[in-house]
Nanobody
Framework: QVQLVESGGGLVQAGGSLRLSCAASGRTFSSYVMGWFRQAPGQEREFVAT????????DYADFVKGRFTISRDNGKDTVYLQMNSLKPEDTAVYYC??????????????????WGQGTQVTVSS
């Protein structure tokens, strides 16, 4: 079992930046593939980024490539999402998630076992 707590959300103007953090507690953090997802009002939760257990492999949704960067610090049991050049359409609740089912990375929401409570990101135009 692992508990995930996101932080770092807030209100930012278009073109600005935010860094989200997700702190994990419980089982060994380095044994999890980690991911970030987001959900806007009235929409399904969608994949944003994922990172392998060691951090050596990452994958991104097309709409964030070149703007967002996922990273992890296994010594601090934390995964990060650096978000630059934010757009109003990035407004959503952002969730981190942990997977025990895969070895490298995955975009598939169903393969993530554990989820945080989410943090709100609002981008004003």
């Amino acid at each position: 079992q692992v508990q995930l707590v996101e932080s770092g959300g807030g209100l930012v103007q278009a073109g600005g930046s935010l860094r989200l953090s997700c702190a994990a507690s419980g089982r060994t953090f380095s044994s999890y593939v980690m991911g970030w997802f987001r959900q806007a009002p009235g929409q399904e939760r969608e994949f944003v980024a994922t990172i392998s257990r060691t951090g050596g492999s990452t994958d991104y949704a097309d709409f964030v490539k070149g703007r967002f960067t996922i990273s992890r610090d296994n010594g601090k049991d934390t995964v990060y999402l650096q978000m630059n050049s934010l757009k109003p359409e990035d407004t959503a609740v952002y969730y981190c998630a942990a997977s025990t089912k895969v070895v490298f990375t995955t975009q598939r929401r169903a393969l993530y076992d554990y989820w945080g409570q989410g943090t709100q990101v609002t981008v004003s135009s």
